[in-house]
């Protein structure tokens, strides 16, 4: 009876452990989960910017990834997913002329499903910020923000980012 | 018979295609081949070099982002390879104080193996040039030009990318 309630109370403490560690990352406020192991996809472009001073890469899932490298991006696919991960420049310390990812900003995301998300142009906007991964917006009203900074690429599917050429 | 000289013939085609479609990116002058599937390695980190306008992204095989996640990087160990994607500076369309990666430069490689390249600070390097991928270098002695450059990051296992900072 003893082994049982230990396996039981073990069992137990498992689970809350584990519930804790998968929702230790907030929803941003108009309910987008963070995408899991967005770290493990793949490259699609880079970016850098004089006026803020930033470094970026962006990676895409695999339905975006399928899309960027096969040219189906005008519009791109419902499913696809886009992530910037962007850090504030810091001088190399070797190499003066070259700036690197220094502090890390945060990690924004586009998620394309043209039904879900028509009213923003089919994408669905989220960031994190920070290390901590402090979800962005005081409410889903945060989203106007985001649509409105993208206007300017409505002709490029509401996507600043243009996949690399690679080989 | 006919169907099974229309078979065998089938098959010999198929297996001559398969081998041209495999080596058609010659080695490297120091019989280093390129490391097969890089474009779907994972990220390291960025740069961006305001000497010669050039993005870049860092990204690893398996070995080397287990170790760059886990701080292992000093030396990092044997099996890890580094790819490093070049491309020339373009100005974003529509942001103009952003640039992004234009004409594609070259894929770099540095592969760690501290016997077979101890003369190179256990490093073997390689470079494909361009879209069409061709390999850098006249002869196996180009390596000394990459080490040379590489000697002032002695102290970072000759490693000028720093893994970035990530949540």
Partial sequence: MKY??????TCLLC?????FAENKVLPAPN?????????????????????????RVILGNDTAIEAARSGRT????????????VWKDT?????KKATIPGKFVHAEFMIK???KYKDTGGWGFARWKGL???????DASFVQECFGCHA????????????SPMP
């Fill in 132 to 138: 901590n991964q402090e979800p962005h917006g005081k």
């Fill in 152 to 163: 300017p690429v409505k002709n490029n599917d509401y996507v600043f980012t243009q996949p």
């Fill in 4 to 9: 049982l309630v230990i396996t039981i109370l």
């Fill in 31 to 55: 309910g987008i989960e963070m995408p899991m192991q967005y770290k493990d996809w793949r490259v699609i472009s880079s970016s850098h910017r004089e006026d803020n001073k930033t470094l």
């Fill in 74 to 85: 005008k519009p791109w696919p419902d499913g696809s997913i886009l992530g910037k991960l």
């Fill in 91 to 95: 001088e190399h310390p070797e190499w």
């Fill in 15 to 19: 689970f809350i452990g584990i519930t």
């Fill in 113 to 115: 499903d043209s039904s």
